[in-house]
């Protein structure tokens, strides 16, 4: 499954780095903790959190995330956005809490 099949299942707003649409997802890590995805998101997962700064791109490319969920309806940042684009990690948005949507994104993930 793609970061635009979880899109499109979802229903989520894309905000940016479309270009990585295409990457695969494979699985998901909820955390808002910078140090805690460090330590513990793998390679390939779609990052849940409600953390809009350019820190967040540093990590997702670190650990070469899929993308990275927005929850509660927030938005990156501008300077986000840019590293989003730059880095082809997409981030993208939705109005449910990181509790709904990390259930609705295992669910997703384990059916097909």
């Not at 808002?32 to 779609?46: K, P, R």
């Not at 927005?70 to 684009?85: A, G, I, R, W």
């Amino acid at each position: 499954m793609t970061v635009k099949d979880v899109v499109k299942a979802l229903n989520l707003t894309v905000y940016s780095g479309s270009d990585g649409l295409d990457k695969p997802v494979n699985g998901g890590y909820t955390s808002d903790l910078l140090s805690d995805v460090m330590g513990n998101a793998s390679e390939g997962m779609a990052w849940i959190t409600l953390q809009t700064h350019k820190n967040v791109m540093a990590i997702a490319s670190l650990k070469d995330l899929s993308a990275v969920i927005l929850v509660n309806n927030l938005q990156p940042l501008e300077d986000t956005q840019q590293y989003s684009n730059q880095e082809q990690i997409p981030i993208v948005g939705t109005t449910l809490s990181a509790f709904e949507i990390s259930g609705r994104l295992h669910n997703l993930l384990n059916s097909s």
